[in-house]
């Protein structure tokens, strides 16, 4: 008896909820207004069964097997019409007459004669079972026949169809079987045959048929196995409670008044419809958590993640990390990163994965258009809610197998759009995805903005390095010229001036020995000046560490830079101890790190100043170490201001001398070779920066 | 007509003896000096009438050099020569008291005409 209230219980709460979420979820749709009646229909049915086990008097009986017949009358009309409008197909005038007249007909019967069911008496365990009619069994006709017929119409569809909709019709298909074959087992209760023990279990295939069609037809395509066990496992453990509060509420109910058992379930579902929701959300948090440990995870990881990108300068790492990443957690079947060009005025794809092809959006398209404005990520499924939802919004996102357009905004300026296709594992993206998504998001638009603006500063910063590059090369390579041109010059002027016409041919031979020996030197020394130059220019992307004496490598900077120092008055001292034991290094970092301190030295002095440049072996806390100090007579920089000098874009220079790259390049590089940089400064006196470097094994 | 004096001032010895020679069969009477405190020296002891003066030297530099020696040679012309390009610097010279400025490489005929520009700017009494 027990089992007869607890399946029609199941059924009636599967049945009403799937009714409401269908409806719900798309409540101007043929396929969900039908859906849900057929789902109302098998309530009902599942209420007459509850009522039914319930029944202690003849009379309580017959109003509860009128109710079962009653849903059991409207299933198939509202099955077949679910069908007709899945399969998109018109249903002839005919048809519609022939299907309402049946139900109203049957209804009429139902409520106002005994031909369908009659004469309850206390058989096969029930107090009261009520016995077929002579018309019971045009009710299992129609119920056949509209079975059939509607999945008749399935298969055949199915048959001829294709993607998406073959999936809704095969899961439409085999529900359909399933559920309509164990429900019928529970006609044979009118001929007094239960079929135990495939009654009252069979019924269970009902709400469970039902879930699936519903899930087919909502959704436009079918979930991975895990997904299915998690929302098993949620649903599960949300009935579980419902059942308990309402068994809870109606057993004690029924211990006091009379018909409690009714009151019992208005109350019991009036606090269900609003506990529901809440309930489910925490049920799938928990069951994420502790099942599914790894999808739980990523929320973690992404937050982290922001943590992380937000320090990254390199836009190629930054992007190929967040699609990396991306990839790893939500699993979507694509995804792609358009940044803004500006001088095509388009968002053109960065990175991509799952498209095979490069993609770009105009910066009017309807995409970019409606994410400016809304600066919201736009999920493609609520496209309702939007006003003016365009035909072309919807095809332009479409055309990019598209599910979320994420903006990218910077100062209210949209700089990229991030573009995720739908989840591999076919999962809707949640309202925490997208929480996490819109933090990721404006992250990222920092981080790229960031990344952007440091590239084009870092162009900056060399093109100022070649300008500081090219005085090194007059000066040096220009002195040489200039002795060479003068002496050819000096030795012309002579020969035409008739110097040579009363010389000895040993004299002159000696003569011009001299000139080409002096011209052959200064050639030597430019060719050694380009090569050092050259070496100093070329980008240092390798690391290449190698025995490297730091007096060569001051003296190589100092050959390029120091001219121009000498230029602004500043006088360069140099102390170096000898011997001085070599490091491992790279030696053109070695020189970029020279170079881009003693260039800052220099922006530091006013006027007239100095810079000191030291190098010994040893340190206070480690005699393994090859000291260097840059001092300078500057300005000096206030105590306060000391811990930013590294971070990029921190500059204390005039607008125009400085983008304020050139420390966290240099602490960069240094750590690069095992090094380290510290500093000391004070205010009016100067600015001392001291490189450790451990001497080389 | 007695030579015209010219000093020429720079730290490339070899420019100065090779300029110096160049100078002289030009029919000028060079004196050398291969840093800014020997150019000094000269300058105070013989009163050129014209000093080429290069702006880089080891100890001081070549507008030191024109600060240090005009006031006493208020007679003297300065001629600048430097290897940068550099209009500013050009004006720092010209503000420090020199009427010219050459670059190097420099080409000799092209600086004796410069040289004669510059000394009859004088004789009219414009010594710019």
Known sequence: MGYYTFV????????????????FKGPRKKINI???????????????????????????????IRII??????????????????????????????????????TFINFFTSHFAQNPIPKLGFSYLFQAGPLYPLIAIEYAIGLWISLYKTFRSYQISAGIKRNQLKYLFWAGLIGFTGGSVGFALGYNVNLYPLNPFSSYCVPFAIIIIAYAIVRHQLLEIEVIIRKTLVFASLFAIVFGIFVGITLALQQFIVGGGLLGLAISSIIIIFAVRPLEDFLTRVTDKYLFQRKYDYKQILRSFIDEVITELNLDR?????????????????TAMLLLNKYEDRYMSYKTTGYGRDIALGSSSKIATLLKATKEIFPVHQFEKYVNPTDELKREME????????????????????????KKSDEEYTKEDLDILTDLARTEAIAVGNAQLFAEAAQNERR??????????????????????????????????????????????????????????QTARISDITKKLSNFARPSKEFKPELTDIEEQIDDTLSVVGHELELERIEIKKNIQKPLSRISADKRQIQQIFFNIIKNAAQAIKEKGTIEIRAYAGSENNSDNIVIEIAD??????????????????????????????LSIVRQLVWRNKGDIKVRSKVGEGTTFVLTFPKAA | MPKVKIAVVDDEIEFVNDLAKGLELL??????????????????????????????????????????????????????????????????????????????????????????????????GNPR
């Open chain 1, 399 to 422: 055309g990019l197998n598209a599910e979320l357009a994420i903006p990218l905004m910077l100062h209210n300026d949209l700089i990229g759009i991030m573009i995720l296709g739908k």
């Open chain 1, 8 to 23: 029609g219980l199941i059924i009636f709460i599967v049945s009403l909820s799937t009714a409401m979420f269908v409806y």
């Open chain 2, 27 to 124: 029919g000028y009477e060079v004196y050398k000096a291969a840093s800014g405190s020997h150019a000094i020296e000269v300058i105070n002891r013989n009163k050129p009438e014209v000093v080429l003066c290069d702006y880089k030297l080891d100890d001081i530099d070549g507008i030191q050099v024109v600060s240090r020696t005009k006031p006493n040679n208020p007679k003297t012309v300065y001629i600048m020569v430097t290897a940068y390009y550099d209009e500013s610097l050009a004006d720092t010279f010209k503000k420090a008291g020199a009427s010219e400025v050459v670059y190097k490489p420099i080409q000799i005929t092209e600086l004796d005409n410069t040289i004669k520009k510059v000394l009859d700017n004088i004789k009219q």
């Open chain 1, 34 to 64: 039908y859906y849900s009646l057929f789902s109302v229909a098998v309530a009902v049915y599942g209420f007459g069964f509850y009522t039914q086990a319930l029944a202690k008097t003849p009379a309580q009986e017959i109003i509860a």
């Open chain 1, 464 to 521: 100022a390095a070649i300008g500081t590059l090219a005085a090194g090369i007059n000066h040096e390579v220009g002195n040489p010229l200039n002795i060479i041109n003068t002496k050819m010059q000096v030795y012309l002027m002579s020969l035409d001036g008739g110097l040579y016409k009363n010389k000895k041919t040993d004299e002159i031979i000696n003569e011009s020995k001299d000139i080409m020996n002096t011209c052959l030197k």
């Open chain 1, 69 to 106: 017949l009653l849903g059991t009358i409207f299933i198939p009309i509202f099955f077949l019409l679910s069908v007709y409008a899945l399969l998109d197909e018109k249903i002839s005038f005919a048809i519609i007459c022939s299907i309402y007249s049946t139900g109203i007909i049957f």
């Open chain 1, 318 to 334: 930054i992007i190929n990390s967040t699609i990396e990443l991306l990839d790893k957690t939500l699993h979507p079947a694509a």
């Open chain 1, 633 to 662: 007579s500057g300005d000096g920089i206030p105590e306060d201001k000391l811990e930013m000098i590294y971070e990029p874009f921190y500059t204390t220079k005039e607008a125009g001398k400085g983008t304020g790259l050139g």
